[in-house]
C-alpha cells in the first residue's frame, strides 16, 4: 500500500468569474521510505501540493488517501490529530517560537499529543541530540544561527517519530554550507526510513532525491519515477510518464 495516494486533486482559490486554479487533477503516489523533490516555477502550485499533503490545507476535488484513509472524510479534530501522528513540518524561516528555549520548541508537537512533561522533555532533548544541538537545549532562536534554527525546526519535526517530512525550501534562508548540512541531515532521516517530500527550487538540492516532480500551472507535467514492465519476450524497459 502506497503512503500516500492522490487521485485527480484540484485546488481553487476563490469565486466569481476568475477562480484561481492553484492544482489541476494532480495524481500521484508515494510510497513509504521515498525522497520526493516538487518543483516548478513560483505559482505553480508547489506549495499548494505540500500544504494538501500535509493536511494543512483541503483540496477543492479530488481524494487523498494516507494509508489507505481517506483524508477527505474526516473533521477538523481529526486531522489535527493526524497532522501531529503522521507529520513533521520543516519551513524555509524555521517558525520557531521566540520565546521558547530550542528545548520547548522541540517540545511543542509532545505537548500538542497531550504527553507528560517529563518524557516530553526527554524526547525532545533527544531530538536535539540527533542534530547536534545538545549544548543548545536552553538557548532561544534570537542567540541561534540561521543553520541551528534549522537544525531546531529538523528536531521538532521529527520528534514525534513521523512517517512523512514535508520540507518547504528548507535551505532557502541559509548559506551554502550550512544548506549542505540541513541536506545531509534529511538524507540521514530518510536513510532511516522516514519518508521525505521537500519543495525546491534547487535542481542540485532535488538530484540529492530518488524522485522528482515537476509542476507547471497546477499540473504534474514530468515524474522522473520510472514504471518497469516485464514480459515473457522483451528485455525489461523504463518508462517514464
Request: aromatic share 4%; proline share 5%; with cysteine.
Amino acid at each position: 500500500m502506497a503512503l500516500i495516494r492522490l487521485d485527480r486533486i484540484g485546488k481553487r482559490y476563490g469565486v466569481g468569474d476568475a477562480p484561481v486554479e492553484a492544482l489541476r487533477e494532480v495524481s500521484l503516489e508515494v510510497v513509504g521510505g521515498d525522497s520526493v523533490a516538487i518543483m516548478g516555477p513560483s505559482g505553480s502550485g508547489k506549495s499548494t501540493l505540500l500544504g494538501i499533503l500535509g493536511c494543512l490545507d483541503i483540496p477543492t476535488s479530488g481524494n487523498y488517501l494516507l494509508l489507505g484513509e481517506e483524508v477527505g472524510r474526516m473533521s477538523r479534530p481529526e486531522l489535527a490529530e493526524l497532522r501531529c501522528r503522521r507529520f513533521g513540518f520543516v519551513f524555509q524561516n524555521f517558525n520557531l517560537l521566540p520565546r521558547l528555549t530550542a528545548l520547548e520548541n522541540v517540545e511543542l508537537p509532545l505537548a500538542y499529543a497531550r504527553q507528560r512533561p517529563a518524557l516530553r522533555r526527554a524526547k525532545a532533548a533527544a531530538a536535539l541530540a540527533r542534530v547536534g544541538l545538545s549544548d543548545r537545549m536552553s538557548h532561544y532562536p534570537s542567540q541561534l544561527s540561521g543553520g541551528q534554527q534549522q537544525r531546531v525546526a529538523i528536531a521538532r519535526a521529527l520528534v514525534n517519530e513521523p512517517d512523512l517530512i514535508l520540507a518547504d525550501e528548507p535551505t532557502g534562508a541559509l548559506d551554502t554550507v550550512t544548506g549542505r548540512e540541513i541536506l545531509r541531515l534529511l538524507d540521514e532521516v530518510n536513510a532511516g526510513g522516514t519518508t521525505v517530500v521537500v519543495v525546491t527550487h534547487d535542481r542540485d538540492i532535488a538530484a540529492r532525491m530518488r524522485r522528482t516532480i515537476t509542476l507547471t500551472d497546477g499540473r504534474v507535467t514530468s515524474d522522473s519515477r520510472a514504471q518497469v514492465r516485464i514480459n515473457s519476450t522483451s528485455p525489461v524497459r523504463a518508462v517514464f510518464p
